[in-house]
C-alpha cells in the first residue's frame, strides 16, 4: 500500500520558519519526482515545489522562490520543504504528493497524494 504522510504544520507568526516533512513508503519512487502543493480555504490547490530522487533537480512556484526549498534523502526516502520569511498568505494545507511525470506543476500529473498537513501564518 502506497503511503505519503507529511509531519511538521503548525501555528508560526510572519517571518517564522517551519519545515515539513514527507515520508514515503509501499513502493519505490525513485523514478518518480516528488513534490508540494498547497490549498488554502475557498483557493484551489496550487503547485509549491518538486524535486526529482534523480539527479535532484528542482522547481518552485515564483511565490515561494528565495522563501522555500525543497530537498529530498533517499535513504530515508523523505522529502522536505524548509519554509523561511513566512507570510500569512502562506497559510493552508500543505500536501505532499508524487509523479511519475517529472517535475510538473500541475496537481494531475501526481498519482500519490499525503492526506495534508496544516501551516498558519499568523500576522
Known amino acids: 500500500q502506497v503511503q505519503l504522510v507529511e509531519s511538521g504544520g503548525g501555528l508560526v507568526q510572519a517571518g517564522g520558519s517551519l519545515r515539513l516533512s514527507c515520508t514515503a513508503s509501499g513502493r519505490t519512487f525513485s523514478s518518480y519526482a516528488m513534490g508540494w502543493f498547497r490549498q488554502a480555504p475557498g483557493k484551489e490547490r496550487e503547485f509549491v515545489a518538486a524535486i526529482s530522487w534523480r539527479g535532484g533537480s528542482t522547481r518552485y512556484a515564483d511565490v515561494v522562490k528565495g522563501r522555500f526549498t525543497i530537498s529530498g534523502d533517499n535513504a530515508k526516502n523523505t522529502v522536505y520543504l524548509q519554509m523561511n520569511s513566512l507570510k500569512p498568505e502562506d497559510t493552508a494545507v500543505y500536501f505532499c504528493?508524487?509523479?511519475?511525470?517529472?517535475?510538473?506543476?500541475?496537481?494531475?500529473?501526481?498519482?500519490?497524494w499525503g492526506q495534508g498537513t496544516q501551516v498558519t501564518v499568523s500576522s
Open positions: 504528493a508524487a509523479s511519475p511525470l517529472g517535475l510538473a506543476v500541475v496537481a494531475g500529473a501526481y498519482h500519490y
